[in-house]
């Protein structure tokens, strides 16, 4: 698939879903709760995303954006005791924008997070893949030349890089590797540069 379409990915997910959690596709809503209303296990999340990943030959972020994220800037940055606080909330928000944000507090425990997964939590997960797909730079972060062209991660020269999902250039001038953000520091850029404006 070289651009997304919403519908197909959709069925695709819904697909995937029946069979690994073995129930009949009618059994699927598209606001569902897959561990609350489906009787999925978190570990199923891995074997969906392993099978969706393999369908559209691509490579999709976290299904929770703070595995990643709390890694970085720590588990204080988004949770008080167990639960979110105030960035955390803007953060999953926007990070899941198929769950209504009422549903989305300071009272949302880390242990609840799972259970607001959807079949369209991995549908946005694809699309926010295609935005990474088709970044490019618009010039070397290190030299500012715009002399850049994209390369091949299975090239041998890069091969033992551990480079991330997305496309990655080259700048011609100084020989620097640009990657696209992730997209979870993306959100996290866009809510921290939101709360610096008010
Ligand atoms: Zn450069």
Redesign the pocket.
Known sequence: MKEFIRDDVYSLVEDILAKVLDIDKSEIHANSSLINDLGAESIDFLDVMRRIEDELDILLPDANVFEYLTQKYGKEEFFRDCSLNDRGVQILRRAMPEIEPERITTDTKEFDIAGLITATTFVNLVERYYDVASWKPDK?G????IQTSQIDPDDDDYIDLNLPIGPIFI?R????LLIPPRPEDQLYEGVVSQSADL
Request: aromatic fraction near 0%; charge should be neutral; glycine fraction near 20%.
């Open positions: 070397c290190r030299c500012g030349s700048c001038n100084c020989g620097e």
